[in-house]
């Protein structure tokens, strides 16, 4: 995704009357340009892999942020409101394709209270992994994290990279990053307790 494009869509779609102060543009621009990978693997996953879609629905994305003349103040919240945003995006994306497109992940409430019960006992289990629907069931729950506990589950569990590796990149000592992934962890685990059944409904 070329964030300085999206960053020329907001400029070029958002008048100034509809944003209530040129720092509340800021503040949006701001944590959207901080969450957008994590926005992007939100669409990604659920647009079945197809990066035009996402990254159109990403620009989207900016684009209804900046036109709207009330965004939360509070950087978490106003992360959620953007995912909120595109998943509003996603859902007419999948109106507008009809459902004829092949297999689309839906959230299934029990399978992924029986991830989230099967993760109190060991963390992401491989054995439960291997099967697609709970790696679904995962996905969607993950990439509906904040984009910081995001990155980290993908590089710790995905990708395997060693705590000292990801303490490193991210300037942090190794116990931060131990304590950033255990709460990552609980996050996730509640999302899975919880799923929203809102996607390609």
């Not at 994590?38 to 197809?50: E, S």
């Not at 060991?122 to 990439?143: F, G, I, S, Y």
């Amino acid at each position: 995704m070329d964030i300085a494009m999206a960053a020329g869509r907001i400029d070029r779609t958002a008048d100034e009357s509809q944003l209530r102060s040129d720092d509340d543009k800021d503040h949006v621009w701001r944590v959207f340009e901080a969450c957008s990978d994590g926005l992007y693997r939100f669409i990604l996953f659920r647009v079945r892999g197809d990066k035009h879609s996402a990254e159109d629905l990403l620009q989207q994305t900016c684009t209804a942020a900046a036109g709207n003349g009330r965004s939360p103040t509070d950087d978490g919240e106003c992360e959620a409101w953007l995912r909120g945003i595109a998943r509003n995006l996603v859902r007419l994306h999948w109106r507008h394709r009809g459902r004829n497109n092949g297999r689309i992940p839906i959230e299934d409430a029990e399978l992924s209270r029986q991830l989230a019960e099967d993760m109190d006992a060991r963390p992401l289990p491989p054995d439960v992994l291997a099967k697609r629907e709970m790696v679904d069931q995962l996905m969607l729950a993950v990439t509906s994290l904040p984009a910081v506990d995001q990155q980290l589950i993908f590089s710790f569990y995905f990708e395997g990279r060693p705590q000292t590796d990801i303490a490193q990149e991210l300037g942090a000592t190794v116990k931060s990053i131990e304590t950033k992934l255990y709460r990552a962890r609980n996050r996730l685990r509640e999302v899975l307790r919880r799923p929203e059944r809102t996607d390609q409904s």
